[in-house]
């Protein structure tokens, strides 16, 4: 058996980030946002705990966790943490 402590890759006022090969885990704090902006490749988000509202160019759809959350390539984005939230993503 092997365990492995993780070491965030960033630690802000909004939380944390934990790089997981072409995965990342997030931690963040309620009334805080992310995103903002697009990427060239599908980013797929697993809300894990808490709830959020994703927005994209066209709509705005609350999220409670456990969900998933897809927003295509090339897609302008941005996500608003409404509790305190942990996920994993991958883009």
């Known amino acids: 058996m092997q365990i492995e402590n993780l070491k965030p890759t960033t630690d ?12 990342g885990l997030h931690f963040r704090k309620a009334d805080c946002t992310g995103g ?3 990427h060239e490749n599908e980013e797929i988000i697993f809300l894990i705990s ?11 759809k609350k999220a ?5 959350i ?7 984005h941005k996500v608003t943490y ?7 993503e991958k883009h």
């Open 64 to 68: 409670s966790a456990p969900a998933k």
């Open 70 to 76: 897809i927003f295509p390539a090339k897609t302008w």
């Open 12 to 23: 802000k006022a909004t939380g944390k980030s934990y790089a997981l090969g072409a995965w």
């Open 82 to 88: 409404k509790t305190d939230v942990i996920f994993i």
């Open 50 to 60: 808490g709830e959020l509202t994703a927005e994209d160019k066209d709509e705005s």
């Open 36 to 38: 903002d902006h697009e």
